[in-house]
């Protein structure tokens, strides 16, 4: 038979064997809890403590990343071993290959590039400059790239170029650089504090500071020098020198026109304000002048000066052999005459 009494009791949580299951007091178990718990707690602290000290001291931590990606990492664009194009205003197609190629967010429309490698077309004669860097940036909205690390640009075989930073604009066809760049080629070399180029005029600037060495001689500039390629000249402005074995040029601005398209030879330099022609004993000075190489002829116009020996002869045009060293002081007007100063004494004679 069923007792409807043990039933009851069960239901309203009341023991019917309370000698075999004695109420213990609720402090008594929680003591017995940290008597067990505690030394399992406090090794397990301890090893942590240890084990945090460690990798701080050895720097473990730094070189793992323990952090899982995020979604919109997942979303962005990853490529391998890949071939791009771009498309400059005229349509003339350039190809980049490179090893890796991402998106530098998601949706973005800018591109990291690892060892970008490609071509460029330039100038009118659309000879290509080959491209390589480390690293690159391709922004597809601005058609622009931007080379970095250990840029490096081959034109037409010969001619070969170096810097640490480059962009380039496909739409604009220009491209610049605000780092040191470093040129050769079978013309000579060059150095310069950075550069521009602008691809529809062929036109090559070296900014600010400067320097060209080639066997005509060296050129420097503290402004800017512009080559334009078509034209076979260099305009150098700026404090200008020119050095040709012992002479020495002087002046505000210089253009050199070369015999032919490789720029090995020069078939005369042209030279404006502040001129001065340094030899190994004379000053020749004026405001214009020409200097013809095959000829070793400097001439200079428009108040013309010759220093030699503490004497100062004056006129309006002088000639000098830059090889023989000599100047001579001519007037160009009528019956006209030269004047000057032999050590202090004046023998100026008025021109009629």
Do not use: C
């Amino acid at each position: 038979m069923v007792d409807v009494k043990k039933i009851d009791v069960f239901f309203n949580d009341k023991k019917t064997f309370s000698k075999a299951h004695v109420n213990k007091p609720r402090s008594s178990v929680v003591l017995r809890f940290i008597k067990l718990a505690l030394p399992s707690t406090a090794a397990l602290l301890i090893t942590l403590v240890l084990m945090s000290t460690y990798l701080k001291t050895n720097n473990m931590l730094a070189d793992y990343d323990l952090t899982m990606p995020k979604k919109a990492e997942l979303e962005k664009l990853h490529a391998e071993e890949t071939i791009f194009s771009v498309t400059d205003k005229d349509g003339k197609v350039s190809v980049f290959t490179a090893d890796t190629l991402d998106e530098t967010s998601t949706g973005s429309k800018v591109v990291k590039i690892v060892h970008p490698k490609g071509k460029i077309p330039v100038g009118t004669d659309e000879k290509p400059f080959d491209i390589v860097s480390d690293t690159g940036f391709f922004d597809q909205t601005e058609n622009k790239i931007l080379l970095q690390n250990n840029v490096k640009a081959v034109y037409d075989q010969d001619t070969v170029i170096t810097t640490e930073e480059a962009t380039y604009d496909f739409k604009k066809g220009y491209g610049f650089g605000n780092y040191e760049v470093y040129a050769f080629g079978s013309w000579g070399k060059l150095w310069a504090d950075g550069f521009s180029y602008e691809k529809e005029k062929d036109i090559l600037y070296l900014e600010k500071n400067s320097k060209i060495i080639n066997d005509s001689g060296v050129l420097k500039a503290h402004q800017q020098t512009r080559f334009y390629k078509s034209l076979n000249k260099i305009e150098a402005e700026g404090d200008v020198s020119f050095v040709h074995e012992e002479s020495e040029l002087f002046a505000d601005k210089m253009i050199i026109w070369f015999q032919n398209a490789q720029k090995t030879e020069i078939k005369k330099i042209e030279v404006f304000g502040h001129v001065v022609v340094n030899t190994h004993d004379a000053v020749v000075k004026g405001e214009y002048g020409v200097y013809l190489p095959h000829k070793n002829m400097v001439e200079l116009e428009r108040n013309v000066s010759i220093e030699k020996d503490g004497h100062i002869v004056y006129g309006d045009k002088a000639i000098t052999n830059t090889q023989t060293k000599v100047s001579h002081l001519i007037s160009t007007k009528k019956n006209g005459r030269v004047s000057g100063v032999i050590k202090g004494s004046n023998i100026k004679r008025n021109s009629k």
